[in-house]
C-alpha cells in the first residue's frame, strides 16, 4: 500500500515539474503583451538626415515604436515622425527643402520687399552701428529658414498641448545656457521644442524657449537613451550619427570643432552608457560627412538607408518575436486651414506695428492655412530691417488661434562694405550706411558710395505712408562719373568722360514682393567731354544736357536671385515724358571760337553765339518707352533656358536734327535700372534712342554655384524718325539695315566675395572678340 502511495505521489510530483518547465519554456518563446518599443535618434547635423534610412527599415519591418526621444537634428527627425509622418513623407520633406537657403540664412531674392531689392545681398560685411561705433556680430545665424521650415511641417501638431498626446509619445533634449543643465521638453508649441534642440552653439543663436535661453541638447545629452527608458521603453532601438568619444584635437580641423567638443563634454560622459542600454544599436557609416554636409543631404540619405538594410534582419526577428504587424501610412503633406481670431505682434521697435501688419497681409478673423502664414511671415522678414520674425500659434478652441509674433530687429543704423573689379571700370570699394527713422517714423534713409576711378555717390530716402503702409514716398539724388569708352568696331578709339546727376521724387506701390508700380518726376543734367579730343573738338571743354522728366514705370521682378538667377522671371516696362530739354556747349579757356567742319569746309562759330547756334538741336517735349522682359525656364535639374525681349522708342514730331536723351545698350552690366545688357557688344558700345533686341540664352550649371551661359541676340538699331514723316513700312525698313547678331559665352561663380564672371563674344557687324572679367559686388544694379 505504502509503495502504490509513493508511486502515485511520484507521478504527481514528475507531472508538476514537467508543467512548470514546459510552461517556462512556452513563456520564453510566446511573450504575454507586446513590450513597449524605444526609438532614439542622436544629433549629428546634417548627418542626422541619415535617420530617415533607418526609419524605412523599421517599417519594412512591420516596427513602429511605442517612444521617440531625439536630439538636434535627431530631435527634428523623431518629432516629425511622432506626428504622423512616415519615412517616405520625411524624404520628401528633406529633398524639397533649399538646403542652402537654410543653413544660411539669406532669403531667396523674390521673397524681399521690392523697395528693398535694390540694395539687398551685395555687400561683403554687414555691420551693426551701436552708440556711434561698428559692433562686430557674433556670427551665428538665427535660424530664421530653418524656424520656417519647422513651423510649416509641424503644422498638424497645433492641435496637442501635450507630447504625450502625440500618435507617438515624444521627448526631445535642449540645454539651459543659464544652468548648463538638461531641459526635457515633454509640451508646448512643438517648432519651439525642436529649434530649441537644434540650436547648434558654434551656429545657431541661443533660442529663447520659456523665458530661458537654451542651445543644442546635443550639449548634455547627444544621445538620450536614457530619457527613452524613463518614459518605460523596454526594448530601445538607438540610431547614432555622432561621435561615440572625444576626438583627437589634431583631427578636428576647426576652432569651432574643437570648442564644440568641448560643449560636449557632459554628453560624452554618459555616451558609453546610453551606448550600452540599446538593444539594437546602429551606427551608419557616413563616410567622411560632418555636422555641415546639407548639401551632400541625397548621399547622406542613402548611407542611413544602407545602415537600415543591414539592421533589417534584426528588426525582423524582433517584428516576428512579438508579433508586430505596423504599416505605417502617414498623414500626408496637406492640412486644413484655420482660423485666426487675434494677432499679437512683440519686439518691434523701429517698425510699426501697422508696418508689419501691412506685410503681413492678414487679418483677424481670417481663414487661412499654413501658406498663408508662411508668406505672409516671408513678407515681413523681407523688410530686411529684422534678424528674426518668428511666430507661436496658440490654441482657443475648435480650429481658433491667436497667432503670435515675435520679431528681432537689427540696429536701427548699419554700415555695409564690398570691393570689385572688372576690366572696363577698374576697382572700387563700396559702402552703404542705412539708418531707419532717421528722418521721421517708418522711413529708410541709405547713403551709398563708390570710392573708385569712377566715383559714384547715392542719397536714398524712403517714407511709408498711410494706415496700412502700401504705398512710399521716395527722394533720390544720384550722382554718376563715369569714364566710358567710345567704340568703333569693336575697338576704343577714345573714352568718353560723363557726369550725371539726377534728383527725384515719386511715389512707389509697397504691397508686393513680385512688383511695383512708380509716379514720379526727376530733374537731370549730364555733362560729357572727350577724354582724348578725338569724339569732340578739342576746343570743347565739355557738353551738356539738362532737363525735366515725368516717369511711370511698371516693375515685375520674381528672380530667385539678382546676380544668379535660375527661374522667375522680371518685366520692365518704363514710360518717360521729357520737357525743358537744353543743350549746351562750353569752350575751354582763351578759345574763343568753334571750328566744325560742314560740307567739306571748315565752319567757325564764335563762342558768344554757340550756344544760340545750339539751341535748335533743343528738342520739344518727347516721350520715351522702353520695356525689357527676361524669363528662366528650366528644362533639366541643372540646365535653363532664358529668353529675352527688349525695346526702346523715341516719340517726337521733330526732326532728326534734334538732339535726343539715349539709352545705352550692351555689355554684361547693368549698371542703370533700365540698361540693356546684350551678347556680342561691350558696356554702352550703342548709345541709340530707337533699339529693338531679341535673345535667347541657355544656362547650365556643372557644379554648385558654377554657372555657365551661351547665348545670342538679335539686334535692329534706328535713328529718330520723326512721326510725322515716316510709315510702317519705312521704319521697319531701318530697323532692317541697321540689324546685327551678337553672340557669346560667360561663366561665373557664385563665391562669398561676389561674382566672378569671365566672357567674350562678337557680333555679326564687325566680328571683332570682346572680352570681360569681373569680381565683387559692386555699385551696379547687377554684377552679372
Not at 521716395?474 to 539726377?502: A, C, H, K, T, W
Request: proline residues 4%.
Amino acid at each position: 500500500m505504502c509503495f502504490r502511495i509513493y508511486g502515485y505521489l511520484k507521478l504527481v510530483v514528475t507531472c508538476i515539474f514537467l508543467f512548470f518547465i514546459t510552461t517556462g519554456l512556452i513563456a520564453r518563446q510566446v511573450p504575454h503583451g507586446k513590450p513597449k518599443i524605444g526609438l532614439v535618434l542622436s544629433g549629428g547635423g546634417a548627418k542626422g538626415m541619415a535617420h530617415i534610412g533607418v526609419l524605412k527599415a523599421m517599417e519594412e519591418a512591420g516596427i513602429r515604436p511605442d517612444i521617440i526621444v531625439g536630439t538636434s537634428m535627431g530631435a527634428v527627425i523623431g518629432g516629425l515622425y511622432a506626428i504622423g509622418y512616415n519615412a517616405a513623407e520625411l524624404e520628401e520633406i528633406l529633398m524639397d527643402a533649399d538646403w542652402d537657403l537654410i543653413v544660411s540664412n539669406r532669403v531667396a531674392f523674390n521673397n524681399i520687399a521690392f523697395e528693398e531689392k535694390e540694395y539687398y545681398n551685395r555687400y561683403l560685411l554687414e555691420l551693426p552701428i551701436h552708440n556711434k561705433k561698428i559692433a562686430f556680430p557674433s556670427g551665428l545665424i538665427e535660424g530664421q529658414k530653418l524656424s520656417e521650415m519647422l513651423h510649416h511641417y509641424t503644422w498638424p501638431a497645433n492641435q496637442f498641448e501635450s507630447f504625450d498626446d502625440f500618435p507617438i509619445p515624444f521627448r526631445c533634449v535642449a540645454t539651459d545656457v543659464g544652468t548648463g543643465n538638461a531641459v526635457i521638453i515633454d509640451k508646448g508649441y512643438l517648432t519651439n521644442a525642436l529649434r530649441s534642440s537644434i540650436a547648434i552653439p558654434t551656429a545657431f543663436t541661443p533660442y529663447e524657449l520659456d523665458g530661458r535661453m537654451v542651445v543644442d541638447g546635443g550639449v548634455v545629452n547627444n544621445f538620450p537613451v536614457d530619457i527613452a527608458k524613463e518614459m518605460g521603453a523596454e526594448i530601445v532601438i538607438g540610431v547614432n550619427v555622432g561621435d561615440e568619444d572625444f576626438q583627437d584635437p589634431k583631427l578636428i580641423g576647426s576652432f569651432s570643432g574643437i570648442l564644440m567638443q568641448i560643449a560636449m563634454s557632459q554628453s560624452y560622459t554618459k555616451l558609453q552608457e546610453n551606448i550600452g542600454n540599446c538593444d539594437i544599436y546602429i551606427k551608419p557609416d557616413l563616410k567622411g560627412n560632418s555636422t555641415a554636409s546639407f548639401g551632400r543631404y541625397k548621399e547622406i540619405m542613402q548611407l542611413g538607408e544602407e545602415a537600415g538594410a543591414l539592421h533589417l534582419q534584426d528588426f525582423r526577428e524582433l517584428a516576428d518575436r512579438y508579433g508586430f504587424k505596423s504599416r505605417s501610412r502617414g498623414i500626408g503633406l496637406e492640412v486644413p486651414p484655420i482660423v485666426v481670431d487675434k494677432i499679437e505682434i512683440n519686439g518691434n521697435r523701429i517698425f510699426s506695428t501697422s508696418l508689419i501688419l501691412s506685410k503681413l497681409a492678414i487679418n483677424e478673423g481670417d481663414l487661412v492655412d499654413r501658406e498663408d502664414i508662411r508668406e505672409g511671415i516671408s513678407r515681413v522678414y523681407g523688410i530686411n530691417g529684422f534678424k528674426k520674425v518668428d511666430f507661436t500659434l496658440v490654441h482657443l478652441r475648435d480650429n481658433t488661434y491667436t497667432l503670435k509674433i515675435r520679431t528681432v530687429e537689427k540696429s536701427d543704423v548699419l554700415f555695409f562694405s564690398s570691393v570689385y573689379y572688372d576690366n572696363m571700370f577698374s576697382a572700387g570699394l563700396l559702402f552703404n550706411l542705412t539708418a531707419r527713422d532717421f528722418v521721421g517714423r517708418s522711413s529708410r534713409t541709405v547713403l551709398i558710395g563708390d570710392v573708385s576711378e569712377n566715383p559714384k555717390f547715392r542719397l536714398d530716402h524712403y517714407k511709408y505712408m498711410g494706415d496700412e503702409k502700401k504705398y512710399a514716398f521716395n527722394l533720390r539724388y544720384n550722382y554718376m562719373f563715369q569714364q566710358v569708352p567710345n567704340f568703333s568696331d569693336g575697338r576704343s578709339v577714345d573714352v568718353y568722360i560723363n557726369r550725371e546727376s539726377q534728383l527725384s521724387v515719386q511715389i512707389i506701390s509697397t504691397q508686393s514682393l513680385k512688383q511695383s508700380f512708380s509716379l514720379g518726376a526727376f530733374y537731370q543734367k549730364n555733362k560729357s567731354r572727350s577724354k582724348f579730343n578725338i569724339a569732340l573738338p578739342g576746343e570743347v571743354r565739355n557738353a551738356s544736357n539738362e532737363f525735366l522728366g515725368l516717369r511711370g514705370l511698371y516693375n515685375r521682378n520674381s528672380l530667385n536671385d539678382r546676380n544668379f538667377p535660375t527661374r522667375g522671371s522680371e518685366t520692365i516696362l518704363e514710360g518717360v515724358l521729357k520737357t525743358f530739354n537744353k543743350l549746351k556747349i562750353n569752350l575751354r579757356d582763351g578759345v574763343d571760337t568753334l571750328y566744325l567742319q560742314a560740307n567739306g569746309d571748315r565752319v567757325g562759330i564764335p563762342a558768344e553765339d554757340l550756344n544760340a547756334a545750339i539751341s535748335v538741336m533743343n528738342p520739344n517735349p518727347y516721350l520715351s518707352f522702353y520695356f525689357n522682359y527676361v524669363k528662366y525656364f528650366s528644362i533639366g535639374e541643372h540646365t535653363q533656358l532664358i529668353p529675352t525681349l527688349s525695346t526702346a522708342m523715341t516719340f517726337s514730331a521733330d526732326g532728326m536734327d534734334k538732339q535726343f536723351d539715349e539709352f545705352y545698350l550692351g555689355g554684361h552690366q547693368r549698371i542703370r535700372f533700365n540698361d540693356t545688357r546684350s551678347w556680342g557688344i561691350n558696356y554702352g558700345e550703342i548709345l541709340t534712342p530707337n533699339f529693338g533686341k531679341i535673345g535667347l540664352t541657355a544656362q547650365y550649371l556643372p557644379a554648385k554655384n558654377i554657372y555657365v551661359r551661351m547665348g545670342s541676340n538679335l539686334i535692329g538699331l534706328s535713328p529718330h524718325i520723326p512721326l510725322v514723316s515716316t510709315n510702317h513700312l519705312e521704319i521697319i525698313d531701318i530697323y532692317r539695315k541697321g540689324m546685327f547678331l551678337g553672340y557669346g559665352l560667360d561663366a561665373s561663380i557664385n563665391t562669398h566675395f561676389g561674382p566672378i564672371s569671365a566672357g567674350i563674344g562678337s557680333n555679326t557687324k564687325d566680328f571683332h572678340v570682346r572680352g570681360y572679367f569681373s569680381i565683387g559686388f559692386s555699385f551696379n544694379y547687377s554684377d552679372r
